[in-house]
């Protein structure tokens, strides 16, 4: 058993967080939260105070082979994928390079405080292997998969059908629901990259498996422009639709440039969105039309994207996706931004376990540092997200066990 006493900042639901300014966090055995109350004299494992404990974030969208890329300022979209994206991933055929980005990767996404990721790999299978070795290491949860390219790009990333689906196969009877952890998912990379025959194959494998489904959509005006034209579409949406792509457990970054009807089939699929505002910041793709989505009451959670991201840390994009809801005339209160990035971003991910600090639920958290005067219900979530000169969480658990301490950890890489 472990007793944390600490300040507590949880989602209960899409507009509300419960704050309490001294609790005690029990942990039992099997590493599930068996109590939250007040101080009452059993004896403490560690006072946190004046730090907060958050549930563990969730980053929904972000790429393992890009580490080395964060900051390469050279956008849009399809110019800083041939220019810098494409030569990086294709140093991921060499597994000696995987196994050392993927330590560095994983202690990234710990440092940030994320315990839960949707993790795009590169198109090697190996090297994804390598990346589910690390993350079984690092004792995060995960859902991840290599990237599906067979069509329009440089040739050493492409690998057919008939070889990426049998071993994607492969990996999935290795990892899917490892130690109940780690899944893995079908992640046609974009239209644009991808022949019919792949998105076809993918989405069979996705829907005969049960694997969650992840691909970019309608990022960039030029993509999108690019994929109806290959594909002869009225829009980009159909392109997936008719590989049966589209389904409750797909899950779609950026959806920057959707019409209302891609957007209301979208919704009637029960499709979900990763939204990814700093990447959209830094290529110029840009704004997300946020009220697209809660008028259809689409389930969103949020990706760091790195690297077109420029973070590992979850709150910074939230402090994104107020920027960026402010720019499109409808701006979103920080309980709300709280829920996209924990318990509302792992519903939309599938994984009901994790995402708020309450009895039963697994103790996935994060201890990051607070100002005394952040102690109540309005100013905790603010101060949260919106202090950019905040450092790095001290500490994260994963079912009650430390896989990140910054004191004895250093800087990720
Ligand atoms: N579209 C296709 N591939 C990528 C990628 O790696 N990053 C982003 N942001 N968009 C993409
Ligand atoms: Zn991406």
């Known amino acids: 058993m472990l007793v944390l006493r600490a300040r507590v900042l949880s989602p209960i639901d899409p507009n509300t967080v419960r704050f309490l300014d001294d609790a005690l966090v029990v942990i039992g055995g099997t590493g599930r939260i068996v109590d939250v109350r007040p101080p ?6 560690a006072d946190l105070r004046p730090g907060v404990l958050t549930p563990g974030f969730v980053d929904a969208h972000l790429h393992y082979p890009q580490v080395r890329k964060v900051g390469a300022a050279t956008g849009p979209l ?4 041939e220019g810098e994206i494409f030569p990086e991933e294709a140093r991921f055929a060499d597994p000696e ?3 050392h980005i993927a330590e560095v990767f994983c202690r990234s996404l710990a440092a940030a405080g994320t315990t839960l990721a949707l993790v795009y790999g590169s198109v090697h299978p190996e090297a994804t292997d390598i990346l589910f070795q690390a993350l079984d290491r690092a004792g995060l949860r995960a859902i991840a998969g290599p990237v599906l390219m067979d069509e329009h790009c440089p040739e050493v990333l492409q690998l057919p059908p008939d070889q990426a689906l049998p071993a994607l196969e492969a990996l999935a009877d290795r990892w899917h629901g490892h130690d109940g952890r780690l899944q893995v998912a079908v992640i046609p990379r974009f239209a644009l990259s991808c022949s019919e025959a792949m998105l076809a194959g993918a989405g069979r494998l996705s829907r005969e498996r049960g694997l969650l489904a992840t691909a970019h959509l309608a990022e960039n005006p030029e993509e999108c422009a690019l994929a109806r034209d290959r594909f002869g579409t009225p829009d980009y949406l159909t392109i997936y639709e008719q590989a049966g792509l589209v389904h409750d457990r797909s899950v779609f970054a950026h959806c920057v440039h ?7 089939r979208f919704a009637a699929a029960g499709a979900r969105v990763a939204h990814c505002p700093d990447s959209n910041f830094f290529l110029g793709s840009g704004h997300m039309p946020v009220e697209q989505v809660e008028r259809r009451k689409i389930p969103l959670c949020v990706g760091t994207d790195v690297a077109a991201g420029r973070t590992f840390r979850v709150p910074r994009i939230l402090s994104s996706a107020y920027d960026n809801a402010v720019a499109v005339g409808t701006p979103v209160d920080p309980r709300r931004l709280l829920w996209w990035g924990t318990r509302g971003g792992a519903l939309a991910l599938g994984e009901t376990r994790v995402g708020s ?4 639920m697994s103790a996935d958290l994060v201890w990051s540092d607070l100002p005394e005067w952040g102690d109540n219900v309005d100013c905790a979530p603010a101060w949260l997200l919106f202090d950019h000169d905040a450092p790095r969480p001290h500490r994260t658990w994963v079912r009650g066990r430390v896989v990140w301490d910054r004191e004895g950890g250093g ?3």
């Open 40 to 45: 009452d004299g059993t004896p403490v494992d």
């Open 78 to 81: 399809l110019d800083w994928l």
């Open 97 to 99: 390079h995987a196994r």
């Open 258 to 264: 959707l019409s209302d009807s891609e957007w209301d």
């Open 357 to 360: 600090i309450e009895r039963g």
């Open 411 to 413: 800087y990720p890489w």
